[in-house]
C-alpha cells in the first residue's frame, strides 16, 4: 500500500513539473519571440535540467532593452546632437573633409558609426599599440604618475594580486597629492579586489564605485549585463582602452595559463574626448555623483598625429547591436583581407554569412584563436564555428603561446578594430563594451603585422585536421553550439 501511495506521488510530482516546464515553456516563447534562435535554447535548457531550467533563465535572461540606464544631461544631449549633424552633413556634401583618402573609402563606416552610436569622428590622433602586457601597464603607471589634474579608469576584472597592489597604490598615491581620482571596476568580475585598497584610496581622497552591484554581500543575480569596458583617461589628454584588465595573469604570470597575448592602445588626441564622455556616463551611472561642471575635463589637445578614430561603445540598454553592425561593415568593405583575433568565436547567423561570403568573394579570410579554453562550453562552440568556416577557404590559426586574448579585427591592413568585444553573442547583446574603430594605414599595418608574427607559434587548423577529432569532441561541440545563443 505504501509503495502504491509513494509510486503515486512520484507520478504526481512528475506531472506537475512537466506542467510547469510547459507553462515556463510558453513563457519564454512570448518572452522571445524575437529571437527564435535563443527560443528554442532555453527550451532545451529546460527540458535537460527540469528543476533549474527557468531559475537559470530568470537569473541570465533579465531584459534591459527598454532601460536607458545611461542619460546625458539636456545640454550635453543637445551638443552631441549639434556636432552629430554638422559632422553628417561634412560627410554629405564635403568631399574633402577627410584628411587622408585612406579615410575617405570607409566613409560608410563612419556615416553607420555615427547614426547608430553617435560616435563622432577625430581626425588628430596618435595611436600607440601594446601586445604584451608588461609593457601595457608599464605604460600606464608612468601616465599615472604623470597625472596632474584627475585620473578616470575602469577596469572589468581587478584581481587581489601584485600587479592590482602596484595599480591601486599608485592611484592612492597620486589621490594623497591632490589629483583627481575615479575607479570604476563591474562587481562580478572584480568581485576579489582588494577592499583595504579601496579603503584606502578613499581614505586619500579618491573616489570608486562598482558596477551593478549586488544588494546581498557575495550573491549577485546579474549574471549577464556586466561592464566589459576597459578605458583610462589621464588628465583629457590621453586615454587607453582595449583587452588587458588588471591581474598578474595580465603580464604572463599565471602557470596555468601562461604567455598572456592581449591588443591595448593609447591615444593621443581628440578621440580622448569620446573616451572621457564614455567614461563619465558609465561613472555617474554606477556612483551617482552628478559631475556638473564638465569643463575641466575636456582639456585642450593639439594636432598629435593624424589617425582618424571614432569610440562605439554597445550594451544591453540599446535594441542595437553597435559594435557587431561596425564588424560587418567592415567585413562588407574589405578587399583584399580581413584578420580576426578573438578569444571567443561564437557569431551570430549576420557575421558567420559576413564571413562566408568574404570568403567566397576571393578576400583572405584568417581568424586567431587559442588553444587553451578558460570556458569549456564556449571553447568547444568556437571550435564547431571554426569548423564550419572551412569548407569556405577561411583559414583559422590555433594560437600555442600561451592565451590569445586579442579583440582586433584588420581589414586591408587599412582600417582596423580594437577593444573590448569578443566576436560572441554575449558582447554583441549582453555586456557593456566599448571599441575604437580606426581609420589609419600606420596603425592597421601595425596590427596586420602583429597577427603575421603570431603566426609563427600557431597551427593552422585544416580539413583533414578538423576531421581527424575524436567522437567525444564531435559530441562537445555539438551540445556546446546547441548552447551557443545563450553562452
Known sequence: MDMILTLKFVIFLLVIMLLLNIVFAIIIIFLERKNPTATWAWIMVLILLPDIGFILYLLFNQDLSKKKIFRLKAEEDQLYNDYKEKQLEHLTNAPDYFNIKSIAYYQEIVHLNLLSNNAILTQDNEIDIFVDGKAKFEALLKSIEAARHHIHIQYYIIRKDDLSHRVLHALTKKAKEGVEVRLLFDEVGSRSISRKLLKALKAAGGKAAAFFPSKIPHINFRINYRNHRKIVVIDGKYGYIGGFNIGDEYLGLNKKVGYWRDTHIKINGSAVYELQARFILDWRHASGEAMEDLNPYYSEIGQAGSAGIQIVSSGPDSKEEQIKYGYMKMIHLAQESIYIQTPYFIPDESILESLKIAALSGIDVRIMIPNKPDH??????????????????????????GFLHAKTLVIDGQAASVGTANIDIRSFKLNFEVNAFIYDRETAGKLKQAFEEDIEVCTLLTEDLYAQRSMIIRFKEAISRLLSPIL
Do not use: D, Q, S
Not at 569549456?376 to 603561446?401: H, S
Open 376 to 401: 569549456m562550453f564556449v571553447y568547444w562552440a568556437t571550435y564547431a564555428y571554426i569548423g564550419e568556416l572551412l569548407k569556405y577557404g577561411i583559414r583559422p590559426y590555433i594560437y600555442e603561446n
